[in-house]
């Protein structure tokens, strides 16, 4: 650590508590990281920028070398308050953090992959503009250290423009001139901010909006080294973001058609339409390839077998059965019988005084004494062992990917096996296509990872039910199981296809339910009652589901574990 730096974590630790009290005397902080070093600040996940508010543990970091050549040694309060800003107002946590950058996608068709880039320019916006005009710090003098040349780029023309017009500020302070378009889109990104200051969600889209055709002219270069001006999140690939996989937001409207921005704009009718080439809005769920880009954009370093883990996982967990609960059983008191002798030997607590008295006047011990007999109240019997539970799931060439769009067949089956695996079963998942095209868990296990990274892959292939993992798995004794399969009239390859020693298929379907001893349900999306009979006759002692819409298997697998799996409703 250098003088300079050394000098300056002095300074600006001791301002750390003024920079708290920006935003209330009760605000509290884990106090503030100060890297000597920029290698010190890459170490502890600041890439880019010069500060950030990790959200994962509540901490800002700071680049005290970057801070120093960018000039803002005498700005410690305002660079320190402002990351706080990112916990006390804006985004404050992961799950708004991700919901801030879903709303800002939707008004950025094309160039989502900007969003993280607009996200930190609005929250650092709606921040700023509470420090600058509400506690009286010096945000102005902050943007006027960093101006520097900042080449022919007109998004960041438009983001500081839009302060001069917040904060009052002669044209020029802050930019070096904007035309007559640039200034009318700051007019309205300050109108945006300060109306939705207090519901910042339902501005972001109207910004991300506003910045739109400035992005469309940036190069890939610039819009990088704009994002370095900027703060951003620290996350770990074990945090989690609740409530991710739904689709909340309602529809966007341009700023400029905005009544409660744009004093000018007629009013809308009923719910407002959405602008003219925008993305219409999301159905009730997002998509899980959307689903795991608004992650990566959050910073999340994740597989693409995590996201679909963590995706469905979360799409499942409102239709699980509820956690088993063991009741305490009440005290019971020791049930009298009658009396017996009691002998010489035996503790003499034990001798009921009053019975020997009683008895015989003359208590002579081993001969006239008693002692009180007491039964033993009979407890209730031991918790019922689970089902356990083998499940199939089709991935041919008719199924959906589950990575790229909702796959009802794995969501399903994700309700199933989580439900099992929550009352003490064990699951064994297999994913079958073509011949060979098999995936299988390592036997019946008790690891939802495990399960859920079966039931999330992908073959895309010829349509074959995988008869060996069948015939396998009920070679020998094994716990009460039930057999679940879920596909389309594709299930006929159990049936008809014979295995590679010539066994028929029917017969190892009908030994292997047999050895199951739980049953076994075939759940199935079919086009007839004819193609529901002809299977029927097919599979002799199963239980022939049929649905007509692949969204119909997920109540049918939660109405099937709350009958299998709920120790409640017993």
Not at 83 to 95: F, I, N, Q, S, T
Request: aromatic letters at 8%; proline letters at 7%; glycine letters at 8%.
């Amino acid at each position: 650590m250098s003088f300079r730096t050394a000098e300056l974590a002095q300074r600006w630790q001791q301002q750390w508590p003024e920079a708290l009290r920006a935003w209330g005397r009760f605000t509290r902080v884990h106090p503030p990281l100060l890297c000597a070093s920029t290698g010190r600040a890459r170490r502890e996940g600041l890439h880019g920028s010069f500060a950030m508010f990790r959200l994962s543990d509540r901490t800002v970091v700071l680049d005290l070398t970057a801070a120093v050549e960018l000039g803002l040694a005498e700005h410690g309060v305002e660079v320190m308050a402002h990351e706080v800003g990112h916990h006390v107002l804006c985004p404050a946590d992961l799950a708004d953090s991700a919901r801030l950058l879903a709303r800002v996608r939707r008004g950025l068709p094309g160039l989502e992959r900007h969003a993280a880039v607009v996200a930190n320019l609005y929250a650092d916006l709606l921040i700023n503009d509470r420090l600058q005009r509400s506690r009286g710090l010096d945000m102005a003098g902050v943007y006027q250290r960093m101006r520097g040349p900042k080449g022919d780029n007109p998004l960041w023309a438009f983001y500081m423009r839009t302060y001069e017009l917040l904060w009052a500020l002669p044209r020029g302070t802050l930019t070096d001139g904007v035309d007559e378009d640039t200034d009318a889109d700051a007019s309205l990104a300050a109108r945006v901010a300060r109306v939705y200051a207090h519901d910042w969600l339902a501005g972001a889209g109207g910004f991300a909006m506003l910045c739109y055709r400035y992005l469309a002219e940036l190069a890939e270069r610039d819009v990088t080294r704009l994002l370095a001006r900027t703060c951003e999140p620290g996350v770990h690939a074990g945090d989690d973001v609740p409530g991710l996989s739904a689709d909340d937001d309602g529809p966007l409207v341009h700023p400029l058609h905005d009544p409660s921005v744009n004093d000018f704009a007629p009013e809308q009718d009923g719910e407002p339409e959405e602008a003219e080439g925008q993305a219409p809005a999301g159905g009730q769920h997002r998509e899980p390839f959307e689903y795991g880009q608004i992650l990566r954009q959050l910073g999340f370093d994740l597989s693409d077998e995590d996201i679909s883990a963590r995706y469905y996982r979360e799409r499942a967990a409102p239709h699980l059965v509820p956690f088993p609960v063991r009741p305490r059983p009440a005290p019971s008191e020791p049930l009298p019988e009658g009396l017996e002798p009691w002998d010489v030997g035996e503790p003499l607590e034990q001798v009921d005084w009053l019975a020997s008295t009683l008895r015989s006047p003359l208590v002579v011990p081993g001969l006239t004494t008693v002692q009180r007999h007491f039964g033993v109240t009979e407890s209730g019997g031991g918790d019922p062992e689970p089902v356990d539970l083998d499940i199939y799931v089709d991935s041919s060439g008719s199924m959906p990917n589950p990575r790229k769009q909702v796959s009802y067949l794995t969501l399903a089956g994700a309700v199933l096996a989580l439900s099992a695996l929550r009352v003490g079963a064990r699951v064994q998942a297999t994913l079958w296509s073509g011949t060979r095209q098999v995936l299988v868990t390592d036997g019946f296990v008790r690891d939802e990872t495990a399960v859920l990274r079966v039931l999330t892959g992908f073959f895309g292939g010829a349509t074959a039910f995988p008869l060996p993992t069948l015939r396998d798995t009920y070679a020998r004794p094994r716990r009460t199981t039930h057999i679940v399969v879920i596909s389309d009239d594709g299930v006929d390859t159990m049936f008809q296809h014979a295995d590679e020693q010539g066994r028929p298929g029917s017969d190892i379907a009908a030994a292997a339910l047999a050895a199951a001893g739980g049953g076994g349900t075939l759940l199935l999306n079919l086009w007839s009652e004819h193609r529901l009979a002809a299977l029927e006759a097919m599979a002799p002692g199963w239980d022939v589901h049929r649905v007509t819409d692949w969204a119909q298997l997920v109540d049918f697998a939660a109405a099937f574990s709350r009958r299998t799996y709920d120790r409640s409703r017993a």
